[in-house]
């Protein structure tokens, strides 16, 4: 079954409307676009990560992103976690790296079982690494075959059943996003490889779910900040290729895409599915 492109709009302008604050502890890599990105799509970015502030600054605003590119911030994240679930925020948690570093991996499952994340968004190896509590790449992208792997395990199963378990929201990002809250698996056909040549765009597609998150708390929001951030990602290469340019154009323009953004766009461009 098809997912309309009238909800990406209907949350989008939610933002608009609402321009949430979005406390995010994330990367020193992509933390400057992080920022840029949520400014962006209408939302306010706030990048606070010292133990002793983040309580207080976490609970000012409507969202809370914990990256664990920033692992030497573990302890805020605990601190701001607590206070964000306790106060009823949506929490988003990008696993960064989870399926390179074991003790990455460790911190991540023990913050979700103190922290109880809304939803958990990373790359096909970080999630398959999750699931199954083993590593199976050194870096912080996708292995080659991470979507080969993905088909042999049945990964849209098993998601769903962590998902079901642990009552989050997961997400799987790469050539096809797969979404489950654990009752069913929204397939996400927008995007474009020039995503996955520059670094951030994950860490981007994270902080903006905080913002739809915060206008709405639903699975159903999820899908439409995952065909946003595609339709965004599908717009700017369309002009690099027009233009010829490389990847750090396409960076910009992936930005620029996400503050041009039309509703008459998000209509026609959303490709999901579900089942
Ligand atoms: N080959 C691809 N085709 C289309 N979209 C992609 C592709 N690779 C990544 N994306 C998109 O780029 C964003 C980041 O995904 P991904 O690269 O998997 O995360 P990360 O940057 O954390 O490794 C997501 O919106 C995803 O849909
Ligand atoms: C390269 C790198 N190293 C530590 S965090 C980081 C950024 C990862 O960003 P993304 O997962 O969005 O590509
Ligand atoms: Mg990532």
């Known amino acids: 079954?098809?997912?309309?492109?009238?909800?990406?709009?209907?949350?989008?302008?939610?933002?608009?409307q609402k321009r949430p604050i979005?406390?995010?502890i994330t990367n020193a890599v992509t933390v400057n676009d992080c920022a840029n990105i949520l400014l962006a799509a209408g939302a306010s970015p706030t990048m606070a990560h010292h133990p002793c502030e983040v309580e207080e600054i976490t609970a000012g605003t409507a969202a809370l992103i914990c990256n664990f590119g920033a692992i030497s911030d573990y302890e805020a994240m605990k601190t701001a976690g607590k206070r964000a679930?306790?106060?009823?925020?949506?929490?988003?948690?990008?696993?960064?790296?989870?399926?390179?570093?074991?003790?990455?991996?460790?911190?991540c499952l023990e913050l979700m079982k103190i922290i109880h994340p809304t939803c958990i968004r990373g790359n096909y190896s970080e999630i398959q690494a999750l699931l199954h509590n083993c590593?199976?790449?050194t870096g912080v992208d996708a292995a080659e075959d991470a979507l080969a792997e993905a088909e042999e395990t049945d990964l849209p199963e098993l998601m769903k059943q962590y998902?079901?378990?642990?009552?989050?929201?997961?997400?799987?990002?790469?050539?096809?996003?797969?979404?489950?809250?654990?009752?069913?698996?929204y397939r996400c056909h927008n995007g474009s490889p020039?995503?996955?040549?520059?670094?951030?765009?994950?860490?981007?597609?994270?902080?903006m779910l905080g913002a739809f998150l915060s206008a709405e708390n639903s699975v159903e929001s999820v899908v439409a900040c995952c065909a946003f951030t595609g339709i965004a990602g599908e717009l700017a290469a369309k002009e690099m290729t027009a233009q010829k340019r490389g990847t750090m154009t396409f960076r910009n323009w992936f930005i620029d895409a996400v503050s041009l953004m039309t509703p008459e766009q998000l209509e026609h461009g959303t490709d999901v599915d579900w089942f």
């Open 1 to 16: 079954m098809k997912f309309s492109g009238e909800k990406v709009v209907e949350i989008y302008e939610k933002i608009q």
């Open 85 to 107: 679930h306790a106060l009823g925020h949506p929490i988003v948690i990008d696993p960064v790296g989870v399926s390179g570093s074991s003790y990455r991996r460790e911190k």
């Open 22 to 24: 979005i406390h995010c």
């Open 135 to 137: 590593g199976t790449v």
């Open 194 to 207: 020039m995503m996955a040549r520059i670094t951030g765009s994950g860490c981007m597609s994270t902080v």
């Open 163 to 185: 998902a079901k378990e642990n009552q989050m929201i997961l997400v799987a990002s790469g050539e096809t996003d797969l979404i489950t809250d654990g009752s069913c698996v």
